[in-house]
């Protein structure tokens, strides 16, 4: 395996300085990944300032170690090796109750894409896997081989959009039936079997759609993301922040829905205003996402999707 660890953070000075940091403050980076935004938010803390980086990649954190060194010998940063659904326990486990400020970069960091035999691209051939804790069971692999054709039709459908599901799951099924499909190449050419000529002449790769649907499902992507921002929601500081980067529109569509249920609140018809015991907890900072700027979609091709929305606690 190889032990570069090259990535460029999307969105990195809006993403934290979106946060309003306070130098003596508590915040966590739910998503250390290339610990990009990490050295960014600590180069804003003084040294009663502290950052706690979850990370269920040890690779990530390894880096990390060796990115962040200044910080680590001045005491600021902590490492939680966990998947970020176990936000508050970990935290918890810490004495940490409350917090300043959390961002997320819901992608798939660039190494975990550019490292081969994770098996996360579809550009590469490698063993089915898509494994984001690497220590998990369910891969790719099991997917693709063991889930029946009904499961992959609505994994397909549901994660990936792809109006070709059902053409995919059937040959997926046929070709297993002969021999286990075990690499990303394999189940490349599958998939561009299943679509009609006229389908794969369009721009982008005829298998983005369906590597995205399932390793959202083996990371449980949607149901982890859900359950850490409403963690990190509740553990907010009055005046703390919240910062998530999203890169594709189930994820937008999750992060806008759970923004708009906090800073919303319905009040019944006739009252002349809404008792201060009524007003929401939280304000959206940005109604409209924060897209990068031409700069940053020039130098970096995966920022391209990426969108920013950003809410902060009123009162608790």
Known sequence: MTNDFNHTTVLLEETVDMLHVKPNGIYVDATLGGSG???YLLSKLSIKGHLYCFDQDQT?????KKELKPFIQKGQVTFIKDNFRNL?????????TEIDGILYDLGVSSPQLDQRERGFSYKKDAPLDMRMNQEAKLSAYHVVN?????DLVRLFFKYGEDKFSKQVARNIEKARQIKPIETTTELVDIIKASKPAK??????HPAKQLFQAIRIEVNDELGAADESIQQALEMLAVDGYISVITFH???DRLVKQLFKDVSTVDVPKGLPFIPEGMKPQFELVNKKP?????KELENNNRSHS???RVARRIWK
């Open 37 to 39: 935004h990490s050295k």
């Open 60 to 64: 990530a954190i390894h880096n990390a």
């Open 88 to 96: 508050k326990q970990a935290l918890l486990a810490y004495g940490v």
């Open 146 to 150: 063991h889930y029946d054709y009904h």
């Open 199 to 204: 389908e794969l002449k369009k721009k982008g």
């Open 249 to 251: 529109s189930l994820e």
């Open 290 to 294: 924060i897209l990068p700027q031409p």
């Open 306 to 308: 990426a969108k920013l």
